[in-house]
C-alpha cells in the first residue's frame, strides 16, 4: 500500500500543474511511481462516453504513449470496462492470466473522462490497491480537471481559447516529436510517423457569417459555431489541437505529412461544413488559410500567413482552402515579414 508521504507527494505534483493537457502525464507518472508492481493504464472516452484510445507511461521516455483503442487488445477482461461505465463505480475480477485487474471510471470531464485500469499479479493486488485512496487521489484529479479545462475553453463551443493557443505554441518550442503528447480532442486515421510530419496551421473562418447572425438571430448563429466545432472535431485527430479564436474564427494545429495531405485535410473539413445542412438557416461555408509551423516562425508571424491566405480565399469566391506557401510561389501574394525579434520561437 502507498504511504501517505507518497500520495501527498502525488497529490502536491498534480495541484501544481496549470496545464489540462499535462495533467494526464503527471496522473499516470504519480500512479507509475507509487504502485510500482502494477501495471496501469488510462482509457479516454469519447463525448459519448465511449473508449476512445488507451494511454500508459513509458518510464524511458518519460511521456504517456497513446495507441488507439482496441477492443481485442484492451488489458481489461471481457465485460469488465463496459461494467464500470455502466455502474459508474469501480470494479473488478482476474484475468485469464490471474492478474487482478481494477476499473476505476471518471466520467463528465469532456475530452478527458477517463477509466484508470490497474492490473496486479493476484497474490499482490489485495494488499497493494486500496480502493479508498485511489478514488481520493482521482476526486482531487476531477477537481483540478474541471478548473483548469474551464480556464483553458471556449464557453460556446467547448474548444479550447486563445489564451491557450498562445500557450501550447510555446510549448511547441520544447516539443519531443519522437513520442506521442498527451493528446487533446479518436483518431480516425493512421496516427502519423513523426519523422515525416509537420505541422500545420489552419485559420478557419465562417463566411457571410454576419448574414446568418442578422437574417436569423444569434441563436442561429451560434448554432452554427456549435455546429462547426462539432464538424472540426470529427475531421481532425485526437492529438491535433482546435480552438475558438472568437466570433466566427477557428484554428487548428494539426500535424500531416507534406502540403498535399495538409491540403487535402483541410479541404475535407470544408467539404463536410458545405454539404451540411443547418436547420431553418441552410447551407454555411467556410474559407480557410493553411501555412506551416518552421523553427524561426513566431505565433503572431504563423497567424499573419494564415490570415493572408485566408483573405485571399474570401476574395475570390470563398468557400475553398488556400495554402500560404502555394499563393506566394504563384505570385499571387507577397511573402509576410517574418519577425524572429521575440523571445517567443517555435
Known amino acids: 500500500m502507498p504511504s501517505s508521504r507518497d500520495l501527498l507527494d502525488g497529490l502536491a505534483h498534480l495541484t501544481g500543474i496549470r496545464n489540462a493537457q499535462r495533467l494526464e502525464y503527471s496522473l499516470l507518472k504519480t500512479l507509475d511511481d507509487i504502485y510500482e508492481n502494477a501495471c496501469i493504464w488510462a482509457i479516454q472516452l469519447d463525448v459519448e462516453g465511449q473508449p476512445r484510445s488507451l494511454h500508459?507511461?513509458?518510464?524511458?521516455?518519460?511521456?504517456v504513449m497513446t495507441v488507439p483503442f482496441d477492443?481485442?487488445?484492451?488489458?481489461?477482461?471481457d465485460g469488465l470496462l463496459e461494467q464500470?461505465?455502466?455502474?459508474?463505480?469501480?470494479?473488478a475480477e482476474a484475468d485469464v492470466s490471474g492478474r487482478r485487474v481494477?476499473?476505476?471510471?471518471?466520467?463528465?470531464l469532456n475530452?478527458?473522462?477517463?477509466?484508470?485500469?490497474?492490473?496486479?499479479?493476484?497474490?499482490?493486488?489485495?494488499?497493494?490497491?486500496?480502493?479508498?485512496?485511489?478514488?481520493?487521489?482521482?476526486?482531487?484529479?476531477?477537481?483540478?480537471?474541471?478548473?483548469?479545462?474551464?480556464?483553458?475553453t471556449d464557453e460556446l463551443t467547448g474548444l479550447l481559447n486563445r489564451k491557450t493557443f498562445d500557450d501550447n505554441f510555446r510549448d511547441l518550442a520544447t516539443l519531443d516529436r519522437s513520442v506521442h503528447r498527451p493528446g487533446l480532442p479518436e483518431d480516425r486515421r493512421r496516427e502519423p510517423d513523426p519523422a515525416e510530419t509537420q505541422i500545420w496551421l489552419g485559420v478557419i473562418?465562417?463566411?457571410?457569417?454576419?448574414?446568418?447572425?442578422?437574417?436569423f438571430g444569434h441563436v442561429y448563429g451560434d448554432e452554427v459555431l456549435i455546429l462547426l466545432a462539432r464538424l472540426l472535431q470529427k475531421s481532425f485527430r485526437e492529438n491535433d489541437l482546435i480552438y475558438r479564436f472568437g466570433g466566427e474564427e477557428f484554428v487548428v494545429l494539426a500535424e500531416v505529412a507534406g502540403a498535399d495531405r495538409a491540403a487535402a485535410t483541410f479541404e475535407r473539413l470544408q467539404h463536410a461544413v458545405a454539404d451540411y445542412v443547418v436547420p431553418r438557416v441552410g447551407r454555411v461555408t467556410t474559407s480557410i488559410g493553411v501555412t506551416q509551423l518552421r523553427p524561426y516562425k513566431t505565433a503572431s508571424a504563423v497567424l499573419d500567413e494564415a490570415d493572408q491566405a485566408l483573405y485571399y480565399a474570401k476574395e475570390n469566391g470563398k468557400n475553398r482552402v488556400c495554402m500560404y506557401d502555394r499563393l506566394v510561389a504563384e505570385g499571387m501574394i507577397k511573402p509576410s515579414r517574418i519577425d524572429v525579434g521575440e523571445i517567443e520561437l517555435f
Request: charged fraction near 30%.
Open 56 to 63: 500508459t507511461f513509458d518510464r524511458k521516455h518519460d511521456a
Open 71 to 77: 477492443p481485442k487488445e484492451q488489458p481489461v477482461p
Open 84 to 91: 464500470a461505465l455502466a455502474t459508474g463505480q469501480p470494479v
Open 102 to 108: 481494477s476499473v476505476f471510471p471518471m466520467s463528465g
Open 111 to 152: 475530452e478527458f473522462s477517463i477509466c484508470l485500469v490497474f492490473s496486479f499479479d493476484g497474490d499482490d493486488a489485495d494488499e497493494s490497491l486500496d480502493a479508498r485512496l485511489v478514488k481520493s487521489f482521482l476526486s482531487v484529479y476531477r477537481n483540478f480537471v474541471k478548473l483548469i479545462d474551464d480556464a483553458q
Open 205 to 215: 473562418d465562417v463566411d457571410d457569417f454576419k448574414k446568418v447572425n442578422d437574417g
